[in-house]
């Protein structure tokens, strides 16, 4: 198992360019999630998805936009890239929203908008 | 609100040290506790968890007790490794809609001399 994989690991955009971010897991999980890092303020969850065909705004949506297509990926898309998205991505899924269960998470793919 | 409060780094240690990172946090209900490490340049991955009061998360020699009283789910570990450097998240689990949604702080990075 691969378990959660992102594409690209590394991207630099300019100002007002679009991208996708692609998040895959072989888990079979329903959920998955987009997160950013950011230097002293944790991860924050961005969107997520609880299955196939789903989304849902997360704690910092804007500028974002997610799909579900297939229930193995997660898109992320960029529709105008902004130097306040400067930050590492993590997808993570789960197999279940239970509280108790853990998140995977993928290793992140490094984004700067200069 | 929900939050969590971890000690800030970087923490360096001997290796051999004794090791505690302080953790509390606040939230409505009763969260799931995890503990999620870092190592340089992957993806978040599981430590340990508990899931209800007075349970004790344990996973390679580390160890977390949820202390419900306190809020407090603070992690230790009796001999510490070089291999141990890495940053290190204390992350409730707390319900968000649908989905199981992990309030993250900014993690303590902690530095293993030999």
């Known amino acids: 198992n691969a378990g959660v994989t992102q594409t690209p690991k590394f991207r630099v955009l300019k100002t007002g360019q679009s991208m996708t971010l692609l998040c895959a897991q072989d888990m079979n999980h329903e959920y998955m999630y987009w997160y950013r890092q950011d230097p002293g303020m944790g991860l924050r969850l961005i969107h997520y998805?609880?299955?196939?065909?789903?989304?849902a705004k997360g704690e910092v949506p804007d500028g974002y936009n997610v799909s579900r297509l297939k229930k193995q990926n997660f898109l992320l898309g960029l529709e105008s890239a902004a130097p306040s998205q400067t930050s590492v991505y993590f997808c993570?899924?789960?197999?279940?929203?239970?509280?108790?269960?853990?998140?995977?998470f993928g290793p992140g793919t490094r984004l700067t908008v200069t | 609100g929900n939050s969590v409060t971890q000690m800030e780094g970087p923490v360096t240690l001997s290796e051999e040290a004794f090791l505690t990172i302080n953790c509390t946090y606040t939230a409505t209900g009763y969260p799931s506790l995890f503990w999620y490490v870092q190592y340089p340049g992957e993806g978040l991955q599981l430590l340990l968890k508990a899931t209800k009061a007075d349970d004790k998360g344990s996973n390679k020699g580390f160890e977390a007790t949820y202390r419900k009283e306190t809020t407090s789910f603070h992690l230790e570990k009796g001999s510490v490794q070089v291999s141990d450097s890495a940053v290190y998240f204390c992350?409730?689990?707390?319900?968000?809609?649908?989905?199981?949604?992990?309030?993250f702080g900014s993690g303590t990075r902690l530095s293993i001399r030999p």
């Open positions: 992350a409730p689990h707390r319900s968000y809609s649908s989905a199981s949604k992990i309030i």
């Open positions: 993570a899924s789960s197999y279940s929203g239970d509280l108790s269960y853990e998140q995977y």
């Open positions: 998805s609880v299955g196939e065909g789903t989304t």
